[in-house]
C-alpha cells in the first residue's frame, strides 16, 4: 500500500515530508494490525444488491410525505446559521483571550450528535434541542475561523489609526470590508455543514430527513432511502440559488416565524441536570472520596481507555485510507489522466461522496457488513477522501508542465504531479485528521467500540455523569489530535492561507 | 521644527541609520532621495512618531481598503471627527455633506469621476492620488510622504506636487527622482549606507552634486 509513496519520495526534495509519511504509516500498521475487520452479516452481497435495486424502486410521487421533513431540516439549519454567525463574530472579538480560546476548542470537539444527545435529557426531543446541538458547536468554529480571517485582513498601518477614532470606526472601515467576502464565503459553507448536521440529527428522532431516512432504512425500503438521498443532494446542490443575500434574511424570517415544536422544556428539568445528573453518583450519595475514586477508575478502566484506544485506531486507520484514496480519486478529475467525459463522471462520483455525511454512509456499510471498524473505516475513508481528493485534482489542474515532460500517465503521476502537490496533500490531510478523529468517536453510536459507544450506552442507562466525563475525554483527545496536527503543519512549514484550509474545517 | 539629534535608527532589529542628526525649519519642503533599502522609510517613519499629532503620513504601501470607495478611503482620516453612529451610516450611504467637502480634493487630483470606484479597481497612480487626498483631508501642517508620486505622469505629478505644497507647510518626501526633486523642493537630502551624504538647499547645488545625487539613487551601485 505503500507503494506509491516511497516512489514519489525518490524524487522528492523535502525528507520533512517523507519522515512524517513513515512515521503515520508506521501507525497506520500497528493500527490496523489492532483493528476489527469482521463481517458479521450472513450474506453482505445480497444486501447491496437490494439496496442498489433500490433505484429501480424510487417512487417520487412520495415525495409529499417529506415535505414536512425537507422544510424543518432548512428551518433548523437556517436558525442555527443564522444566531451561531452572530455568536461567532462576537466570540471572535474576544478569541485572544486565553480563556475564550480554551472553552470554544472544548465546545467545538465535541460533535453535534454528542450535544444532541446531552440536551436530548435536558429538553427533550423537539427543535430547542436541535437548535442547540449545532449552534453551541458551530459559534465555537465559526468564532475562531471568523477570529483568523480578521487576523488575515489586519493589514491597515498602525500610523495611519486615529487613536481618538472609536474602535468601531475603525474595525468598519479598515479592517470589515476586505474580510467580509471571505467571512460570508466560509459562512456558507458552513451552512451547508449545518444542513448536513440537521439531517443527520434525524438518526436521533429529531424529526428531520435523516429521521426518515433510518426508518427507511430499517424496513427495508431502499426505494424511499434512494429517495430522501435524491431530495437531499438537490438542497444542498442548489444552496447558491437559495440562500443568497436577497433570499436569506427573508428565509430567516419565516423560519423563526414558523418554527414550532419547543414543548417540554422546563426550567426545573435543567436545574436538575447541572445539580444532580451530571454530578459523580457517588458524591451525589455522599460517599467517601474513595468510592468516588473507585468510581472513577472503573469508567477509566473499562470505558475511558478501550475507548481511547479503539477511537484512536479508527482515526489513524482512516487517515491513510483517506489519504491513500485521495491519491487514487484525484486522477479522475485531474485535466492531465482522464479525457472530458470521464473527468465529469469522475466529478459526480466525488460530489456524491463529497456530499453524503459520513455518518450516512456508515449507517449504510453498517447493514452491508455488520458492526466492525470496516463499514466506518470505507465511510470515514471515502467522504474524506473525496474531499481532499477534489481539492487536490484542482491543484494538479493548475500545475503547468514543461513541454518536453513525460507523455506516460504513470510516470506523470508519480514524476511530476505527486511531487509538486504533495505537500499540499499532507496539509489537507493534517487538516482533516480532526474532523475524522471527531467523526471517529461519533461513530460509536452505530455500534462500533469508539468513545460514542460507550457515551450512547451511557445515556440509554441514563448515567448523565458518566456521560459528562467521558464528553470530557472525547474533547480533551481532539484538543490532543489539533495540536499535533498544528505541530506536523508548521514542521512541514506548508503554507496554507486561511482561505485554502476554509473548506477543511 | 522636526529634531533628530544623533539618533540611530532600525528596521527589525538592525540598523538602518546609524548616528545621524537633522532639522528641519517649520515651512520647509524637503526631498529624501537613496535608493531602495536606503532607510528613507525608517526616517519618514521615525518623523512622524515625532509629533503624530500634527503630521499626515503616507506609508509606501499606502494603507488603502480595497474593497471600498475612493471616497469611504478619504473619508478614513475623518473618522476620529465623527461619532460612530455617523460613520457607520456614512459607511452605508455617504453623507451629501462629506461628499462636498472630499469632491474638491478629488477635482484638484484630477480623480473627480473616480470618486465612487473601489480604490482595488484603481492603477497605481490613482492609488497613490487617493493616499494623497486622504492625507489632504486630514488638514495637518506637516506631510511626511513615502514616494507619493512614482506611479504619475509628468503632467499629473506637476499638478499633485503644486496641490501638495500649497495645503502643507512643511513636507518631507521621500523620492528617487533626482530632477524632481530639484525642481520642486527647497532642500534635498541624500542618503546612503546609512548616513547623510549630502544635504543643501536646493539653490546652492552644483553640478557636482548633482551627479553626485544621481549615484545615490542608482540601484546599480
Redesign the interface.
Known amino acids: 500500500m505503500l507503494i506509491p509513496n516511497i516512489y514519489t519520495m525518490s524524487v522528492m526534495t523535502s525528507s520533512k515530508n517523507l519522515n512524517v509519511t513513515i512515521i503515520f504509516a508506521f501507525i497506520f500498521v500497528i493500527a490496523f494490525i489492532n483493528a476489527d475487520f469482521s463481517i458479521s452479516t450472513l450474506d453482505p452481497l445480497s444486501e447491496i444488491n437490494k439496496f442498489f435495486s433500490g433505484i429501480t424502486q424510487i417512487e417520487f410521487s412520495k415525495i409529499t410525505i417529506y415535505y414536512d421533513a425537507i422544510i424543518n431540516t432548512v428551518r433548523i439549519a437556517v436558525v442555527a446559521i443564522f444566531v451561531s454567525a452572530f455568536l461567532g463574530f462576537i466570540l471572535a472579538m474576544y478569541f485572544h483571550f486565553m480563556i475564550v480560546r480554551v472553552c470554544l476548542a472544548f465546545v467545538r470537539s465535541i460533535h453535534e450528535l454528542f450535544w444532541a444527545l446531552l440536551f436530548l435529557q435536558i429538553f427533550g426531543l423537539n427543535t430547542m434541542t436541535a437548535l442547540l446541538a449545532i449552534i453551541l458547536p458551530y459559534s465555537a468554529t465559526l468564532g475562531k475561523v471568523y477570529f483568523e480571517i480578521l487576523e488575515e485582513y489586519d493589514v491597515?498601518?498602525k500610523?495611519?489609526q486615529?487613536?481618538?477614532?472609536?474602535r468601531?470606526?475603525?474595525f468598519?472601515?479598515?479592517k470589515l470590508?476586505?474580510a467580509?467576502?471571505q467571512l460570508l464565503s466560509y459562512t456558507r459553507y458552513r451552512f451547508e455543514c449545518a444542513l448536513k448536521s440537521t439531517a443527520i440529527l434525524g438518526f436521533i428522532g429529531l424529526t428531520t430527513l435523516g429521521y426518515y431516512m433510518q426508518g427507511s432504512f430499517m424496513q427495508g425500503y431502499y426505494g424511499d432511502v434512494w429517495l430522501l438521498l435524491i431530495i437531499f443532494y438537490i438542497i444542498i446542490a442548489s444552496i447558491k440559488y437559495w440562500f443568497n443575500k436577497y433570499l436569506a434574511p427573508f428565509l430567516l424570517m419565516m423560519s423563526l416565524y414558523t418554527l414550532d415544536d419547543f414543548s417540554g422544556f422546563n426550567l426545573d428539568n435543567f436545574m436538575r441536570f447541572i445539580t444532580e445528573d451530571i454530578v459523580p453518583s457517588p458524591i451525589r450519595k455522599n460517599e467517601s472520596l474513595f468510592e468516588v475514586y473507585a468510581w472513577f477508575e472503573n469508567i477509566a478502566v473499562n470505558e475511558i481507555m478501550p475507548g481511547i484506544f479503539n477511537t484512536i485506531v479508527l482515526t489513524q486507520v482512516s487517515l491513510i485510507m483517506t489519504g491513500l484514496l485521495a491519491l487514487v480519486f484525484f486522477p479522475f478529475i485531474s485535466k492531465y489522466f482522464v479525457n472530458k467525459p470521464s473527468n465529469v463522471f469522475g466529478n459526480i462520483v466525488l460530489v456524491i461522496f463529497r456530499s453524503t455525511p459520513e455518518y450516512i454512509l456508515a449507517y449504510l456499510f453498517l447493514q452491508i457488513w455488520g458492526p466492525s471498524m470496516l463499514p466506518a473505516v470505507i465511510a470515514l475513508s471515502l467522504h474524506n477522501g473525496a474531499i481532499i481528493g477534489f481539492i487536490m485534482g484542482e491543484q494538479s489542474n493548475e500545475v503547468k508542465l514543461r513541454s518536453d515532460s513525460t507523455k506516460r500517465k504513470i510516470e506523470l503521476y508519480f514524476f511530476e504531479i505527486v511531487p509538486r502537490i504533495y505537500s499540499s496533500f499532507l496539509a489537507f490531510l493534517f487538516y482533516r485528521w480532526e474532523v475524522i478523529m471527531r467523526e471517529s468517536a461519533i461513530l460509536g453510536i452505530l455500534g462500533i467500540a469508539t468513545l460514542g459507544f460507550y457515551v450512547d450506552s451511557a445515556i440509554a442507562d441514563i448515567r448523565l455523569d458518566k456521560v459528562v466525563i467521558l464528553l470530557f475525554f472525547i474533547a480533551l483527545l481532539n484538543i490532543l489530535v489539533d495540536t499535533i496536527s498544528r505541530k506536523v503543519r508548521a514542521y512541514l512549514r506548508i503554507n496554507t492561507t486561511v482561505k485554502s484550509s476554509c473548506d477543511l474545517v | 521644527m522636526i529634531l533628530l539629534d544623533k539618533e540611530s535608527l532600525y528596521y527589525k532589529d538592525k540598523i538602518v541609520l546609524d548616528n545621524i542628526s537633522l532639522s528641519i525649519n517649520k515651512g520647509e519642503k524637503v526631498a529624501l532621495l537613496g535608493k531602495s533599502g536606503s532607510g528613507k522609510s525608517t526616517l519618514l517613519?521615525r518623523l512622524?512618531e515625532l509629533n503624530?499629532q500634527d503630521s499626515s503620513?503616507i506609508?509606501q504601501?499606502l494603507?488603502l481598503?480595497?474593497?471600498?470607495s475612493v471616497f469611504?478611503n478619504i473619508?478614513?482620516a475623518n473618522?476620529?471627527k465623527?461619532?460612530?453612529f455617523y460613520?457607520?451610516r456614512n459607511?452605508i450611504k455617504p453623507a451629501q455633506q462629506e461628499i462636498n467637502i472630499i469632491e474638491p480634493i478629488l477635482e484638484e487630483l484630477y480623480m473627480g469621476e473616480l470618486m465612487f470606484q473601489k480604490a482595488g479597481e484603481l492603477s497605481g497612480g490613482q492609488k497613490q492620488r487617493t493616499a494623497i487626498g486622504?492625507a489632504m483631508l486630514q488638514g495637518h501642517k506637516v506631510l511626511l510622504a513615502d514616494e507619493p508620486i512614482s506611479a504619475l505622469d509628468e503632467f499629473v505629478t506637476q499638478k499633485v506636487l503644486s496641490s501638495i505644497a500649497s495645503k502643507f507647510e512643511t513636507i518631507v518626501c521621500a523620492l528617487h527622482n533626482v530632477d524632481v526633486a530639484l525642481e520642486y523642493y527647497d532642500r534635498v537630502i541624500g542618503i546612503k549606507d546609512g548616513k547623510i551624504v549630502l544635504d543643501k538647499q536646493c539653490s546652492h547645488i552644483t553640478n557636482a552634486d548633482t551627479q553626485h545625487l544621481y549615484h545615490v539613487c542608482d540601484d546599480q551601485f
Open positions: 491597515f498601518p500610523e495611519l486615529s487613536s481618538k477614532a472609536s468601531l470606526s475603525t468598519i472601515y479598515t470590508p476586505d467580509l467576502p | 517613519k512622524y503624530p503620513y506609508p504601501e494603507g481598503v480595497n474593497s471600498l469611504h473619508y478614513i473618522l476620529d465623527y461619532s460612530t460613520n457607520i459607511l486622504r
